[in-house]
T-cell receptor, first 111, second 115 residues
Framework: AQSVTQLGSHVSVSEGALVLLRCNYS??????LFWYVQYPNQGLQLLLK??????LVKGINGFEAEFKKSETSFHLTKPSAHMSDAAEYFC?????????FGTGTRLQVFP | DAGVTQSPTHLIKTRGQQVTLRCSPK?????VSWYQQALGQGPQFIFQ???????QRGNFPDRFSGHQFPNYSSELNVNALLLGDSALYLC??????????????FGPGTRLLVL
């Protein structure tokens, strides 16, 4: 069975600081991995996805993630946090046409 | 180009009642998936519709049923509502290629409160 684990339900950073949101996956087949962002009272917006074309994936809003098979990880990073990045972030793995989500990480950005 | 739309945005029901939620997929998409997101949790897969048939189902009871229409729009029906059904219900659309890497695009959701 496929699954993802997001380490840290809450992450707080200062504006301009590095953002690092952790995601580890479990999959018996090469995985397709996704990061989605959810702003308050809204649906999910795709940030980026990994489909085995390249291990470093660049997404929208300056975010990127690196697929590391040896560590079964797909951590999300952004070099410099902005106040508008405050939201809930979900890592997901695609399993037979459905998405399996982690429990989410709430990112707070302080001025 | 309109994205995924859902209606209504909010809904209040009482225990035992029935509810119908609606979803229109993104233009060009033919597959609709439904997810339930309880407060503080990640979305959980309910089921997926393609060619007006339920292709796959998550671990949800038969009280949850759905339908897909010829124009690819979809409905989610929940019967005999329980307090635990209170959640944000998300619809996602995609274009079926037979490959699990297809991106699913989400609507804004319908927030259901069961009293």
């Amino acid at each position: 069975a496929q699954s993802v684990t997001q380490l840290g339900s809450h992450v707080s950073v200062s504006e301009g600081a590095l953002v690092l949101l952790r995601c580890n996956y479990s999959s018996s087949v090469p995985p397709y991995l996704f990061w989605y962002v959810q702003y308050p009272n809204q649906g999910l917006q795709l940030l980026l996805k990994y489909t085995s074309a390249a291990t470093l994936v660049k997404g929208i809003n300056g975010f990127e993630a690196e697929f590391k098979k040896s560590e079964t990880s797909f951590h999300l990073t952004k070099p410099s946090a902005h106040m508008s990045d405050a939201a809930e972030y979900f890592c997901a793995v695609s399993g037979t046409d459905k998405l399996i989500f982690g429990t989410g990480t709430r990112l707070q950005v302080f001025p | 180009d309109a994205g995924v739309t859902q209606s209504p945005t909010h809904l209040i029901k009482t225990r035992g009642q029935q509810v119908t939620l609606r979803c229109s997929p993104k233009s060009g998409h033919d597959t609709v998936s439904w997810y339930q997101q309880a407060l503080g949790q990640g979305p959980q897969f309910i089921f997926q519709y393609y060619e007006e048939e339920e292709r796959q189902r998550g671990n949800f009871p038969d009280r949850f049923s759905g339908h897909q229409f010829p124009n690819y729009s979809s409905e989610l029906n929940v019967n005999a509502l329980l307090l635990g059904d209170s959640a944000l219900y998300l619809c996602a659309s995609s274009f079926w290629t037979g490959d699990s890497q297809e991106t699913q695009y989400f609507g804004p959701g319908t927030r259901l409160l069961v009293l």
